[in-house]
């Protein structure tokens, strides 16, 4: 091409500015012009538990995005596993995709419990637009075969159909109800011998196999690449490697209260939160127990289990350096843009202590026998600044670090307010990928995307309109933000409690009472939403078993979860 661009010169048949022009149309160094994108989800990780965001946690890996790229202040999920997934795989509010409750079918299509054809998938649309489409972990949006990732637009795929499975065994779960394990490569089920893998180690190895396919297939070595990298890490059941539980030994002696004052002190100076913020969140949730009232033998296996947990997410985030490195290696790295987010707040549940539906403890915390959680005493930590856990509205279920990067595209060390939601991310992915979202697909008229793209966020620092309102409801758990102010409503109460989150972020002064005005004005706005979106009174739906223990109210102070 260069000869013959000299040769044309020579002959007066080229400009020299065709010859600019030429230099500077040159593709990227992987070869296409639209972006390659991973976007990488652990599960049931608190706001704080990456170094990144205040944590004493090693995740240098993630950090490392972090560093040198974006993060966000204020991004939200759908405070639990199946609805943050169907948001974020299809753009969509949960009940406008049919996953308004769980994986599970109550009777009514917002809640169906799989993705419905007219909310169209990233492997979807993506595919259309000249991707390749890999996933790697967790599905958790419809178990029947119709709605496997294959069927649903991904090209390649390895994971687990449903919400948790143990990290070294594909038995199914020992808890108190049906609970299959069901691990797919593709179409086909794996039955892969106990204690002959780590899963989170093979979710890692899959994603780098598939990257590798991917560069070496004929015809596609030019093509993009899309993969969503979905970790069930820290996820319980609590087990990790003995080489990653060695690093954390003897950390978290001081306890979830000396530590959360660290963390709180970490997220000042790293900017995240103001000195009043902090101050306001340092108030002690009543219904977790102060450290220095537990016996020893208790401390002995709290600490444990904070142990374990930080060695999961270590795990991944090793696995993350390992893309990184992958990304490299194929000269790939120049024209990838990954994104980083958590599916909801660190979790209350404690699984092995759940009465008749606890599972079955056969060998100590962070072993292959090992059924026991985080808990919310931990989680009290993990969630700093906020207050509760998954599940439930209040900031701790459902604000999400975000990281963005994009070598020479997103500016390094970058902070911003963001104020964005699950629903953005897609937007954002397709505005990337040079595609427009279809309005008709396979003869079936889809739904719109409610989301703004956050393209001039992530490259230009223009923030999106912090006026516009966002809105969330599981379970009767019920809220909306516009501006500063949150309006929330946790089951089974039905009482508006009102926020302003710029000064109270740990959601600790109700005042409502004080703005009767703007809680009726921010509770038409959700009602609105509601019935535009098919969320129905929780009670007409509520089926016989609760996927959660009903969460149990505090004579100190009246706060819940």
Not at 199 to 211: G, P, Q, R
Not at 449 to 456: D, F, I, Q, T, Y
Not at 536 to 544: A, L, S
């Amino acid at each position: 091409m260069k000869q013959l661009i000299i040769s044309l010169l020579l002959l007066g048949c080229v400009s020299s500015g065709a010859v600019a022009q030429q230099k500077t149309q040159r593709p990227t160094r992987s070869g296409v012009d639209k972006p390659n994108i991973i976007l990488i989800m652990v599960d049931d990780m608190g706001y704080s538990d990456l170094g990144s965001y205040g944590s004493e946690i090693q995740t240098p890996n993630i950090d490392r995005l972090a560093s040198e790229g974006l993060r966000l202040r204020e991004f939200y999920n759908n405070s639990i596993c199946a609805p943050t997934r169907a948001s974020l795989i299809t753009g969509q509010y949960p009940h406008k995709a049919g996953i308004g409750y769980f994986n599970v079918n109550l009777g009514l299509p917002a809640y169906q419990g799989w993705l419905n054809k007219e909310s169209l998938t990233f492997g979807e649309v993506l595919k259309q637009a000249g991707y390749s489409t890999l996933l790697s972990g967790k599905w958790h949006v419809g178990n029947d075969s119709l709605h496997w990732p294959k069927q649903r637009g991904f090209d390649r795929f390895y994971g687990i159909l449903g919400g948790a499975s143990n990290y070294f065994d594909a038995d199914p779960l020992p808890i108190g109800r049906p609970s299959p394990v069901v691990i797919l490569e593709d179409n086909q089920r794996q039955h892969p011998k106990p204690n002959s893998f780590y899963f989170t180690d093979e979710i890692t190895n899959h994603a780098l196999s598939f990257l590798d396919e991917q560069s070496k297939e004929n015809g596609t070595s030019a093509r993009p690449f899309f993969l969503y990298l979905a970790y069930t890490a820290p996820h319980w059941p609590l087990q990790a490697l003995p080489e990653d539980i060695a690093k954390y030994r003897g950390k978290y002696d001081a306890g979830w209260d000396a530590l959360r004052k660290d963390r709180l002190a970490r997220q000042v100076k790293l900017g995240l939160i103001t000195q009043k913020q902090a101050e306001a969140a340092a108030a002690r949730d009543a219904d977790v127990p102060e450290w220095d009232a537990l016996t020893y033998d208790e401390k002995q296996l709290w600490k444990a289990k904070m142990e374990v947990y930080a060695a999961m997410l270590d795990r991944a985030d090793q696995g993350v350096g390992k893309v990184l490195a992958k990304l490299k290696d194929l000269k790939k790295d120049d024209n990838t843009l990954i994104i980083f987010i958590s599916d909801n707040g660190a979790p209350a549940e404690d699984v092995a202590h759940w009465g008749s539906r606890a599972g079955r403890n056969t060998g100590p915390v962070g072993t292959a026998g090992s059924f026991e959680s985080q808990g919310k005493n931990w989680s009290y930590l993990s969630n700093t600044p906020f207050r509760s856990f998954k599940a439930f509205a209040y900031e701790g279920g459902i604000r999400s670090p975000f990281i963005a990067w994009f070598p020479g595209k997103i500016k390094a060390g970058t902070l911003a307010r963001g104020t964005a939601h699950l629903i953005d991310i897609a937007p954002t992915i397709y505005d990337l990928a040079q595609t427009t979202y279809p309005t008709t697909f396979q003869g079936v008229t889809t739904n719109a995307l409610p989301g703004k793209s956050l393209k001039n966020l992530l490259f230009n620092g223009q923030e999106l309109d912090t006026e516009r309102p966002l809105f969330w409801e599981w379970a009767g758990n019920r809220a909306v933000r516009r501006g500063k102010w949150k309006l929330v409503s946790i089951y089974p109460s039905y009482q508006w409690e009102l926020y302003d989150l710029s000064t109270d972020a740990g959601e600790t002064e109700n005042v409502a009472a004080k703005n009767p005005t703007l809680v009726d004005a921010l509770s038409a706005l959700y009602f609105n939403w509601a019935g535009q979106t098919g969320v129905v009174d929780y009670d007409k739906i509520k089926p016989e078993q609760p996927l959660l223990p009903t969460p149990k109210k505090t004579l100190l102070g009246g706060r819940n979860f």
